[in-house]
């Protein structure tokens, strides 16, 4: 079985759980902000991280850019991109 695309509303659910409720999903969606301004904390996005691995089997390296000037369409084009190289 395959796994399915990365979408902007899957990942923004993993923004909610990655800080425990604290962004809530639907006030990051679309939000073109990057996650750090929205108020997502490193160690949050440590766990969105692992969160991207585990659901995507992708590695997002925390200096990778995506994480932290990009706002979730960013994030979500990254992962995709990922994803397709089949980059672990």
Known sequence: ?????????????????????????????????????????????????DGLESEYGVLIDLGDRALYTEGLAGLTARVRSL???GTP
């Open 1 to 49: 079985m395959s796994t399915p695309a990365p979408t902007r509303q899957r990942l923004a659910q993993l923004v909610e759980r990655a800080t425990d409720g604290q962004v809530a999903a639907a006030e990051i969606v679309d939000s073109a902000e990057p996650l750090a301004a929205l108020g997502v904390s490193s160690l949050s996005l440590l766990r969105l991280a």
């Open 83 to 85: 994803a397709a190289e």
